[in-house]
Nanobody, 121 residues
């Protein structure tokens, strides 16, 4: 079994900052990539940021230059630093991990339970 546990969401005023964390645990052979997605009410889930095991990153245009994703491979943990938050960043943020749980199995996408980020104007 694999678990992704997120933390760090909350309510903040516009211009404020939050830091999200997500730790993967359980049967993990290799993590290929970890990332953050978000889903606002009435909208589809979208990629926010993603980082590979080698440190390559990609960001949604809406957060590029503002959010920073980082990763601690030793702790199987990914972080999302979110400064200068805007009301349009309000959403449920989900952690994602593309990982291999056994050397005999293909990679699979795992998801966290989601953490609410609310930015007030």
């Amino acid at each position: 079994q694999v678990q992704l546990v997120e933390s760090g969401g909350g309510l903040v005023q516009a211009g404020g900052s939050l830091r999200l964390s997500c730790a993967a645990s359980g049967r993990i052979f290799r993590i290929n990539a970890m990332g953050w997605y978000r889903q606002a009410p009435g909208k589809q889930r979208e990629l926010v940021a993603r980082i590979t095991s080698t440190g390559s990153t990609n960001y949604a245009d809406s957060v590029k230059g503002r959010f920073t994703i980082s990763r601690d491979n030793a702790k199987n943990t990914v972080y999302l630093q979110m400064p200068s938050l805007k009301p349009e960043d309000t959403a449920v943020y989900y952690c994602n991990a593309d990982l291999v749980s056994s050397r005999w199995l293909p990679s699979y996408d795992y998801w966290g339970q989601g953490t609410q980020v609310t930015v007030s104007s």
